[in-house]
């Protein structure tokens, strides 16, 4: 998860900006005024939405993060989960990032490991790249063109490497006739990727892509050195071309990451890299979590995904200077698997949608305020083609049941007595479990028994996202959510429902949806160089998709977030799904 992007700048001009891009809104932010800042005093609330809160060049100390969840990988090419994203801005680089800015301005594209954005030519159809001088493994090694080919290359190993977003596979070899590096042991490797030197690399599509460059700013676009590639076991540690580099990693307890002395802040034009020391810690009780966070014990809760009812109660009354109210592009759905009996049956699914109480699970997500606005369709507002589609009628009922269309719907399914399914729920995010438990009562009222099936979701990727395993567990029903990976239906939808997207391990379609018009509406969409126009197709291909019954989105999220009083350069990105933009962040010794 994941994040929302655009490609509106050319560049970003040299270290120095990025100090003067935190200074310049302090006001705005509401920190010390000479731009120094860090004081250990707290910001005030919603400073860090407003601008940045508690703008600082200061370097040292320790930053500290906690969450219920650890990272699905820390593999680059492996990582979907969007504050796994945001971490992984410590120790991985890409040709192309984003910008050190608050607010929209965070999701502009600028150069990272490359010199400059991507030359474009052939029709749209090649991207060539320059890359800086003095960038560096944490060996002190250059990080070369063949290094970032060798680790996109990585990609196409989906039997190792799983979990990660399929874009890059698509636009550069979308008969997929690469079979990875592990495989494929030719010197050429992947055909669609030129190395004509170490310092320049060619990208060559299939067909044009206008969000080609946002794919290469995903942690999936990030080197890899190919004599410290370990697979699957990569992910336990990662060999860094960016400020920190791993010095532990246990997973699902906790992570230390120190300095990477061989990282040059002349070579990057957007990390901060301010404390010495980074560390996570993975606790799975969500309310002591926030007991931490209140206490000072910790600085950032890193999944970023709410406080839970007593924590932001707590919080808001007695500490509301900590806290921003952070309104972002996720949707909170359900996921209805058409390969489960009875969903294989458009009117079964039909029947979840108008049975379900979505003001229950509203209040459960914490209201309007801490949960979000009841979603009628799953488009995010900030996409362009959004609308308000509410194909049943969720807005004209107030977000009650409609339980006469819903046993009209069971009756049409040939199951006018209801029937038996299960709903997966991660146990580690917060309310989702006790949303399923809402969804499963609300139910209950028309026939449907649904039982809750807990699991962890660091486990999400092989459970959920195995086509496989969730048939074999009849999981009819799977509760989650969705960020856009960049703003465009492309980057919110694709994943979800385009059919060709479809795989054996670390799926994301897990309704497993694959319609013909559905995926030519993708297709439409991306030969559309005007962005208004792309709306329109992503418009209809919102509404076939609603009209399927394939998902049930229930919340636009918003959600209370917490940063301690040492915390300096907080500040909420669009690239980041409204999260903190983690790489920039400082702290008080």
Same mark, same amino acid.
Not at 300 to 314: E, I, L, P, Y
Not at 524 to 529: I, Y
């Given at each position: 998860?994941?994040?929302?992007?655009?490609?509106?700048?050319?560049?970003i001009?040299?270290?120095?900006?990025?100090?003067a891009?935190?200074?310049?809104?302090?006001a705005?932010?509401?920190?010390?005024?000479?731009?120094?800042?860090?004081?250990?005093?707290?910001?005030?609330?919603? *400073?860090?939405? /407003?601008? +940045?809160?508690? @703008?600082? $060049? &200061?370097?040292?100390?320790?930053?500290?993060?906690?969450?219920?969840? =650890?990272?699905?990988?820390?593999?680059?090419?492996?990582?979907?989960?969007?504050?796994?994203?945001?971490?992984?801005?410590?120790?991985?680089?890409?040709l192309?990032?984003?910008?050190?800015?608050?607010?929209?301005?965070?999701?502009?594209?600028?150069?990272?490991?490359?010199?400059?954005?991507?030359?474009?030519?052939?029709?749209?159809?090649?991207?060539?790249?320059?890359?800086?001088?003095?960038?560096?493994?944490?060996?002190?090694?250059?990080?070369?063109?063949?290094?970032?080919?060798?680790?996109?290359?990585?990609?196409?190993?989906?039997?190792?490497?799983?979990?990660?977003?399929?874009?890059?596979?698509?636009?550069?070899?979308?008969?997929?006739?690469?079979?990875?590096?592990?495989?494929?042991?030719?010197? *050429?490797g992947? /055909?669609? +990727?030129?190395? @004509?030197? $170490? &310092?320049?690399?060619?990208?060559?599509?299939?067909?044009?892509?206008? =969000?080609?460059?946002?794919?290469?700013?995903?942690?999936?676009?990030?080197?890899?050195?190919?004599?410290?590639?370990?697979?699957?076991?990569?992910?336990?540690?990662?060999?860094?071309s960016?400020?920190?580099?791993?010095?532990?990693?246990?997973?699902?307890?906790?992570?230390?990451?120190?300095?990477?002395?061989?990282?040059q802040?002349?070579?990057?034009?957007?990390?901060?890299?301010?404390?010495?020391?980074?560390?996570?810690?993975?606790?799975?009780?969500?309310?002591?979590?926030?007991e931490?966070?209140?206490?000072?014990?910790?600085?950032?809760?890193?999944?970023?995904?709410?406080?839970?009812?007593?924590?932001?109660?707590?919080?808001?009354?007695q500490?509301?200077?900590?806290?921003?109210?952070?309104?972002?592009?996720?949707?909170?759905?359900?996921?209805?698997?058409?390969?489960?009996?009875?969903?294989?049956?458009?009117?079964?699914?039909?029947?979840?949608?108008?049975?379900?109480?979505?003001?229950?699970?509203?209040?459960?997500?914490?209201?309007?305020?801490?949960?979000?606005?009841?979603?009628?369709?799953?488009?995010?507002?900030?996409i362009k083609?959004s609308?308000?589609?509410?194909p049943?009628?969720?807005?004209?009922?107030?977000?009650?049941?409609?339980i006469?269309?819903?046993?009209?719907?069971?009756?049409?399914?040939?199951?006018?007595?209801?029937?038996?399914?299960?709903?997966?729920?991660?146990?580690?995010?917060?309310?989702?479990?006790?949303?399923?438990?809402?969804?499963?009562?609300?139910?209950?009222?028309?026939?449907?028994?649904?039982?809750?099936?807990?699991?962890?979701?660091?486990?999400?990727?092989?459970?959920?996202?195995?086509?496989?395993?969730?048939?074999?567990?009849?999981?009819?029903?799977?509760?989650?959510?969705?960020?856009p990976?960049?703003?465009?239906?492309?980057?919110?939808?694709?994943?979800?429902?385009?059919?060709?997207?479809?795989?054996?391990?670390?799926?994301f379609?897990?309704?497993?949806?694959?319609?013909?018009?559905?995926?030519?509406?993708?297709?439409?969409?991306?030969?559309?160089?005007?962005p208004?126009?792309?709306?329109?197709?992503?418009?209809?291909?919102?509404?076939?998709?609603?009209?399927?019954?394939?998902?049930?989105?229930?919340?636009?999220?918003?959600?209370?977030?917490?940063?301690?009083?040492?915390?300096?350069?907080?500040?909420?990105?669009?690239?980041?799904?409204?999260?903190y933009?983690?790489?920039?962040?400082?702290?008080?010794?």
């Amino acid at each position: 998860m994941t994040p929302q992007r655009s490609s509106r700048t050319r560049r970003i001009a040299g270290a120095a900006l990025v100090v003067a891009a935190l200074t310049a809104t302090a006001a705005c932010g509401g920190g010390s005024k000479d731009g120094d800042g860090g004081d250990g005093k707290a910001a005030g609330y919603n *400073a860090g939405v /407003k601008g +940045i809160a508690n @703008p600082s $060049a &200061k370097k040292g100390g320790t930053l500290k993060f906690i969450g219920k969840q =650890d990272f699905d990988s820390t593999d680059p090419q492996r990582q979907y989960y969007g504050f796994a994203w945001d971490l992984s801005r410590f120790y991985a680089r890409q040709l192309v990032s984003y910008a050190p800015k608050p607010g929209a301005a965070g999701a502009e594209l600028v150069p990272d490991l490359a010199k400059a954005k991507g030359v474009v030519s052939n029709g749209g159809k090649t991207y060539t790249y320059e890359l800086r001088d003095d960038i560096t493994w944490e060996d002190g090694s250059p990080i070369t063109a063949q290094d970032i080919k060798y680790g996109i290359e990585r990609l196409w190993a989906t039997d190792v490497i799983t979990g990660g977003p399929g874009y890059l596979r698509q636009v550069l070899d979308p008969k997929t006739t690469y079979k990875g590096p592990y495989k494929d042991k030719s010197a *050429a490797g992947l /055909k669609a +990727i030129e190395t @004509p030197d $170490a &310092k320049t690399i060619v990208f060559n599509l299939a067909s044009p892509n206008g =969000d080609f460059e946002q794919m290469l700013a995903m942690p999936a676009g990030s080197p890899v050195k190919k004599e410290k590639d370990t697979a699957a076991k990569y992910q336990l540690k990662p060999f860094s071309s960016g400020p920190y580099k791993f010095e532990s990693y246990t997973p699902k307890k906790s992570a230390v990451l120190v300095r990477n002395d061989k990282w040059q802040k002349s070579s990057d034009p957007i990390r901060a890299a301010l404390p010495d020391k980074v560390t996570i810690t993975v606790n799975s009780n969500i309310e002591a979590i926030d007991e931490l966070l209140i206490k000072g014990e910790y600085d950032v809760d890193m999944n970023a995904t709410g406080m839970s009812q007593a924590g932001r109660t707590k919080a808001l009354k007695q500490h509301k200077d900590n806290v921003d109210n952070i309104e972002t592009s996720f949707i909170r759905y359900v996921d209805i698997a058409t390969k489960v009996k009875p969903f294989d049956d458009i009117e079964c699914r039909k029947a979840v949608i108008y049975a379900a109480d979505y003001q229950s699970m509203q209040k459960v997500r914490g209201g309007p305020d801490a949960g979000g606005d009841i979603a009628t369709n799953m488009l995010p507002k900030s996409i362009k083609g959004s609308d308000g589609y509410d194909p049943y009628g969720i807005l004209a009922r107030e977000g009650k049941p409609d339980i006469a269309k819903a046993k009209a719907a069971l009756k049409a399914c040939g199951k006018p007595d209801g029937f038996s399914t299960n709903i997966s729920a991660r146990i580690n995010n917060p309310g989702e479990v006790q949303t399923a438990e809402a969804l499963q009562q609300s139910l209950q009222a028309v026939g449907i028994k649904a039982e809750v099936d807990t699991i962890d979701g660091a486990e999400a990727a092989s459970i959920t996202g195995s086509p496989a395993m969730v048939k074999k567990r009849g999981l009819g029903l799977i509760m989650t959510g969705w960020g856009p990976d960049f703003p465009t239906g492309q980057g919110f939808s694709q994943p979800l429902v385009d059919g060709r997207f479809i795989v054996p391990n670390g799926n994301f379609n897990v309704s497993e949806t694959n319609d013909p018009k559905i995926n030519k509406f993708f297709d439409d969409a991306l030969k559309e160089t005007d962005p208004a126009k792309a709306g329109e197709i992503y418009k209809e291909m919102n509404h076939a998709v609603a009209d399927l019954a394939v998902q049930m989105p229930f919340i636009y999220e918003k959600n209370f977030t917490w940063r301690s009083s040492r915390v300096t350069n907080a500040y909420s990105t669009a690239a980041y799904n409204g999260r903190y933009d983690y790489v920039s962040l400082g702290v008080v010794k």
